[in-house]
Nanobody, 126 residues
């Protein structure tokens, strides 16, 4: 049973930085794509960044390119999202997600991901 738990959210001013972490358990003997999604109040959940199991397939939403960096440490079963130059429009609940997939190009849609964390809130004030 795969379980994911996010941490690292908080409240920052515009221009600030945060680093989110997602601790995974139960992900053994198989390769998993992992991703960060976010959902602001009244909006649909959207993809922020995805990363393949080997880390060689990384993609970002246009809105975060150049500001966010996704990475993973498979030995520690941990996914990260480094966020800099935060903007008020980055305010949302951020979710970690995973699905069993061995190839480099990971899916971008929420329906592909059966495993989700509970979310961590990021609030950016102007």
């Amino acid at each position: 049973q795969v379980q994911l738990m996010e941490s690292g959210g908080g409240s920052v001013q515009a221009g600030g930085s945060l680093r989110l972490s997602c601790a995974a358990s139960g992900m053994t003997d198989r390769n998993y794509c992992m991703a960060w999604f976010r959902q602001a109040p009244g909006k649909e959940r959207e993809g922020v960044a995805v990363i393949s199991h080997g880390g060689d397939g990384i993609y970002y939403a246009d809105s975060v390119k150049g500001r966010f960096t996704i990475s993973r440490d498979n030995a520690k079963n941990t996914l990260y999202l480094q966020m800099i130059s935060l903007k008020p429009e980055d305010t949302a609940m951020y979710y970690c997600a995973a699905y069993d997939y061995p190839l480099r190009i990971c899916a971008w849609v929420t329906s592909a991901y059966p495993y989700w964390g509970q979310g961590t809130q990021v609030t950016v004030s102007s």
